[in-house]
């Protein structure tokens, strides 16, 4: 039958596939496994160069009030090879913030293990302005090299000034440069001699690629489950390799908002508690709303500073360091399907949109968010997992405390994601509520107690969080965040400004902007579910009858979705079915009134738990639902999105 599973076929099969060791597959396996590896630092070994300030530079002032100076507060790289001359387009530019004093230039992203032998000149131009800048060190890095470190007391002799240089002396370790100009030219000449392959590097290789190999084929891939859905793991590798290549070539400062969110970051890097609002320490992480991302509840940023300052090893940008967190979670979901069967229902999210895997691609707190709601969807639907197993385990007096805690901990992660996530606590109270009315608990008594025990752990959490903002902040903290808006935001943006001088986008409400004119005007709704389905870095490249094309399947498989379980399912399903739709529309609205109230922003990512309630709901529903045809529509949107990712995205975010 179309609505219902065919006859004799399993809904979810439940046979593990244990094998002995197979030496000759494992020996094959780990082969591969070094062989990207080294092929990844042989070939794809990108060169950065780190600038360490001792103090901000000092000025003439004079020059900077007469406007003979262009652009005072950028320092910049340029690249070449011996012979070539420099361009606009082989260079790097970077802001010279207050309070900061490392600034990493990247050189390109295809570079051999051996590039650096080859014969490289670089121009730093370190100011823009007559004045001084004290240079504690310039490192020049690439992965399976040794660090070269030109300071005041070595490799001095390969720096020379070319324009607008009154001087150059060495003052200790650090090096004191003496512009004259407006462009200030340094040049650095890299001879093969000074630069030494780093072996040791290629050992610790080996022994990490080691170790990983023999975590993934022992723990997944020798005890392999079988899945109604078992293409979707080989998939997401495929996927992962996507979202490696990206986030590891792609250039820095290319997607949106990431810097706000690395700054974010880098702060926890050396720091354990959250900051005060408007903190001078904080202020290069303040958008150009005057807003923070410091001044949110979010763990994420704690967790991705110190991940960052664990990859220190790797000598890549701070960037890449900052995605790879992304892209470790994207694995560690990809881990989660070989291994658990229930997870691979979970995971097929993420095979549907190509802006799902964009969104792993760069640093952002959205990926973490997504992230949790899966490991917590997880621990809902798979009877063994560890929510479950606490919830219905006999009560013998004897109550697993360490188990409550863990589960109290995942879940205490939810209130401290972003805040568009938060419909998932909605939607598990709700689920909660489902299935204590349809009696799908066997003690029910039993269960209220201990989900109030996690209530109680997870609240504990938060309160902890919470606590620590009221001592740094107060408890007006409202009124501050608002002080802050007003002193750091820019002009267009900044409350204080008159509405009708702000922002066009800004306030609609307040412009008296009806709402349905968000849809017929501002085409909110069509731009909203293209932001869903790849729209990587500015606009749109594909042709609107692409967008129109998915738009079309996602429709058709919603409806039978919701024929299938309104015509074949029993009353529990179908108020399954109406929970997951009310979630979906508040969630809407709650987004379209975000864009009519706030700030316009049509934005598909604001709407990513959707698809986890949806494979909630698959995966509850499956009884009536046909395998092949979720199969088939999970298959069409890949492909689609393969499509999509690799020759639009990135070709256009490889071109930037």
């Not at 000025?59 to 090879?81: I, K, N, T």
């Not at 267009?492 to 409400?509: A, S």
Request: charged share 20%; hydrophobic share 45%; aromatic share 16%.
């Amino acid at each position: 039958m179309f609505f219902a599973k065919e006859p004799g076929e399993k809904v979810m099969a439940d046979v593990n596939v244990n094998k002995v060791v197979d030496w000759k597959s494992f020996s094959l396996f780990l082969l591969l496994s070094l062989s990207l590896s080294f092929s990844y630092y042989a070939f794809f070994s990108p060169i950065s160069v780190d600038v360490v300030l001792d103090a901000n530079p000092q000025r003439d002032e004079a020059s900077l009030r007469q406007g003979l100076c262009l652009y005072p507060d950028v320092m910049q790289l340029f690249y070449a090879h011996e012979g070539d001359g420099y361009t606009e387009r082989q260079s790097e530019h970077l802001k010279i913030e207050t309070g900061r004093n490392v600034y990493t230039f990247s050189i390109g992203q295809y570079k051999t293990v051996d590039e650096l032998k080859r014969g490289w000149k670089l121009r730093f131009d370190p100011v823009m302005y007559p004045g001084t800048v004290s240079v504690r060190r310039i490192v020049l890095r690439q992965d399976g090299c040794k660090p070269l470190t030109i300071d005041g007391k070595s490799n001095i002799d390969l720096i020379q000034p070319v324009n607008d240089v009154e001087k150059i002396e060495s003052r200790g370790s650090s090096l004191v440069i003496v512009s004259s100009g407006c462009d200030p030219q340094l040049e650095l000449r890299i001879p093969a001699s000074a630069v030494r392959i780093d072996y040791l590097l290629f050992f610790k290789v080996f022994c990490v690629t080691l170790l990983i190999s023999v975590l993934l084929y022992f723990v997944f891939l020798r005890n392999r489950v079988v899945s109604e859905f078992n293409f979707a793991p080989y998939l997401l590798i495929f996927v992962l390799g996507l979202i490696f290549s990206t986030a590891a070539i792609s250039r820095n400062v290319i997607h949106a908002d990431e810097v706000v969110h690395v700054r974010a970051g880098e702060y926890y890097q050396n720091h354990v508690l959250p900051p005060e609002i408007c903190d001078p320490e904080t202020r290069n992480t303040y958008s150009v709303f005057g807003v923070s991302r410091l001044d949110n509840f979010e763990i994420v940023y704690t967790l991705a500073g110190k991940f960052s300052r664990l990859l220190e090893f790797l000598n890549v940008g701070e960037f890449q360091r900052f995605r790879f967190f992304n892209v470790f979670l994207f694995f560690a979901l990809f881990c989660l399907s070989l291994r658990y069967e229930e997870f691979i229902t979970v995971s097929l999210p993420l095979l549907i949109s190509p802006q799902i895997w964009y969104l792993f691609t760069y640093f952002n707190s959205d990926a973490f968010s997504l992230f949790v709601i899966m490991l917590v969807c997880y621990q809902v639907i798979a009877e063994n997992s560890m929510t479950n197993r606490y919830l219905n385990a006999q009560d013998n007096g004897q109550s697993p405390v360490f188990r409550a805690l863990l589960v109290g901990l995942l879940f205490s992660l939810l209130l401290l994601l972003k805040l568009n996530y938060y419909i998932f606590i909605v939607f598990l109270c709700l689920v909660f509520l489902h299935k204590l009315v349809t009696g799908k608990f066997l003690n029910p008594k039993t269960v209220m107690r201990r989900m109030g025990v996690i209530l109680l752990i997870s609240a504990a959490i938060f309160g902890v969080r919470w606590g620590v903002d009221v001592n740094r902040n107060g408890l007006h903290r409202g009124e501050k965040r608002m002080e802050c808006r007003a002193e750091l935001a820019e002009h267009d943006f900044n409350p204080n400004t008159p509405l009708e001088h702000r922002y066009p986008f800004l306030r609609l409400r307040q412009r008296d902007v009806p709402v349905g004119k968000l849809f017929e005007d501002y085409n909110w709704g069509f731009k909203t579910f293209v932001h869903s389905f790849g729209v990587y870095y500015s606009h749109p490249l594909a042709a609107m009858g692409f967008y129109k094309f998915v738009m079309a399947a996602t429709v058709v498989f919603g409806l039978y979705v919701t024929g299938a379980i309104l015509f074949s399912a029993g009353k529990d399903h179908i108020l399954l079915l109406g929970i997951v739709i009310f979630c979906s529309c508040f969630l809407v609205a709650l987004d379209l009134w975000n864009s009519w109230t706030a700030s316009f922003q049509a934005q598909g990512r604001y709407l990513f738990p959707i698809p986890v309630l949806v494979a909630y709901l698959i995966h509850e529903t499956r009884s009536c639902l046909n395998r092949k045809v979720i199969s088939g529509f999970v298959l069409l949107l890949f492909c689609l999105s393969t499509y999509s990712y690799i020759f639009i995205g990135m070709r256009q975010l490889l071109s930037l």
